[in-house]
């Protein structure tokens, strides 16, 4: 080799390390997960879903029980509709059944779904149809986001862009002191606005986030990531534009919560994550679920569920077969996914992972 070549491959080696040596690693601890909502007055021209006390009323009736009854039964709602046994409304073969087990032994109570086309999300078949949104953040069109239609008219599962739906905020905030935090970190960052090729990796960590005196996230707490095999699959490059971080497509998945959803499992997942000049970041995690996974987590909730989310659950089954859009069953040409987006913010993090392993010489 030529000294001129030496030199060359010395100033590439140096370039090199500088550029490794300067690539930064943000880390992230997940402090809201929730519904991607958009939701505006417009997404439900039929109105909104009965709640509770309409879906008991309605239970009454198909029972044939005579009018005068029902006033009286409504008087002391919801107490007598958690002792009318609305969970056995199912009936097959003459006999009541487990309406949330058998969600099909009811009649579809036809849940009023959004028609808006404004929404979050990604373009996830590369299409676009009379049932995509355009995303109100990033005004990508062809937006896949079923399950926002599915839960758009129901009123504990809505809300505005930026808020919080009240239902799912009970049920993260309950969790959150005792299931392990979901922490996101961004590697080989090489400017903090524009970069071509970052990594992007998503965890769950060994302990739960800690509350600050207001009773959220405390930011720069430190975390271990937990080995779990199964979130293995969640690092992916993406880039970085304008301060955002866009990954390329990946198979999701992360361990949830029976209280809530028990998995979030997504097939051709993305992931967009904004940088905020106050340290924090937030977010989309979109693509298509298993529907049936997510009434699963419904069903289990049961009337419990029904009276505090305020809606019909066999119906929701009714809702997601029919609003499923992606994966068809080979043998009966039903769709066994349905596109879906959720909100991530997240709170600053330092991340910290333990020195591999070595086995010692004996």
Same mark, same amino acid.
């Given at each position: 080799m030529s000294?001129?070549?030496?030199?060359?491959?010395?100033?590439?080696?140096?370039?090199?390390? @500088?550029?490794?040596?300067?690539?930064?690693?943000r880390g992230f601890a997940v402090s809201w997960m929730y519904y991607g909502n958009a939701s505006v007055d417009a997404d439900c021209p039929e109105g909104i879903n009965p709640g509770a006390d309409g879906t008991f009323r309605r239970i009454l009736q198909e029972r044939n029980t005579p009018p005068a009854e029902i006033?009286?039964?409504? $008087?002391?709602?919801?107490?007598?509709?958690?002792?009318?046994?609305?969970? @056995?409304?199912?009936?097959? %073969?003459?006999?009541?059944?487990?309406?949330?087990? @058998?969600?099909?032994?009811?009649?579809?109570? =036809?849940?009023?779904?959004?028609?808006?086309?404004?929404?979050?999300?990604f373009n996830l078949d590369g299409q676009e149809s009379p049932e995509d949104f355009v995303d109100v953040e990033t005004g990508e069109r062809g937006v896949d986001n079923q399950f926002y239609r599915v839960i758009g008219c129901v009123s504990q599962l809505r809300s505005a862009r930026g808020k919080l739906p009240t239902f799912p905020e009970i049920q993260w905030d309950m969790m959150r002191d005792h299931t392990p935090a979901w922490i996101i970190e961004v590697s080989g960052i090489d400017s903090m606005i524009n970069d071509d090729d970052v990594l992007v990796t998503v965890q769950r960590a060994t302990r739960p986030v800690?509350?600050?005196?207001?009773?959220?996230?405390?930011?720069d707490m430190t975390f271990t990531p937990d080995p779990t095999p199964r979130t293995d699959v969640n690092k992916v490059r993406g880039k970085?534009? %304008?301060?955002?971080?866009?990954?390329?497509?990946?198979?999701?998945? =992360?361990?949830?919560?029976?209280?809530?959803?028990?998995?979030?499992?997504?097939? %051709?997942?993305?992931?967009?994550?904004?940088?905020?000049?106050d340290g924090t970041a937030s977010g989309i995690v979109g693509g298509y679920q298993n529907w049936r996974t997510i009434y699963t987590s419904w069903a289990t909730g049961g009337t419990t569920f029904e009276l505090n989310?305020?809606? %019909?659950?066999?119906?929701?089954?009714y809702a997601l077969r029919k609003s499923?859009?992606?994966?068809?069953?080979?043998?009966?040409?039903?769709?066994?996914?349905?596109?879906?987006?959720?909100?991530?913010?997240?709170?600053?993090?330092?991340?910290?992972?333990? $020195?591999?392993?070595?086995?010692?010489?004996?």
């Open positions: 000294i001129r070549h030496h030199v060359a491959f010395y100033a590439g080696a140096v370039l090199a390390l @500088n550029s490794a040596a300067h690539a930064e690693t006033e009286k039964l409504m $008087e002391n709602f919801p107490q007598t509709m958690r002792e009318a046994n609305v969970g @056995n409304r199912g009936i097959i %073969d003459g006999k009541p059944v487990n309406a949330y087990i @058998n969600p099909t032994a009811t009649p579809d109570p =036809m849940l009023k779904l959004g028609k808006g086309h404004t929404g979050l999300g800690v509350r600050n005196s207001q009773g959220q996230p405390q930011a970085l534009k %304008d301060g955002m971080v866009v990954t390329e497509r990946f198979d999701f998945f =992360m361990p949830g919560e029976p209280f809530a959803q028990a998995e979030y499992a997504f097939k %051709d997942g993305r992931l967009r994550l904004r940088f905020n000049e989310a305020g809606f %019909d659950i066999p119906g929701l089954y499923a859009d992606a994966y068809p069953d080979p043998k009966t040409g039903q769709n066994a996914y349905i596109s879906s987006a959720y909100t991530i913010e997240a709170v600053p993090a330092f991340i910290v992972h333990p $020195e591999p392993q070595t086995a010692r010489a004996p």
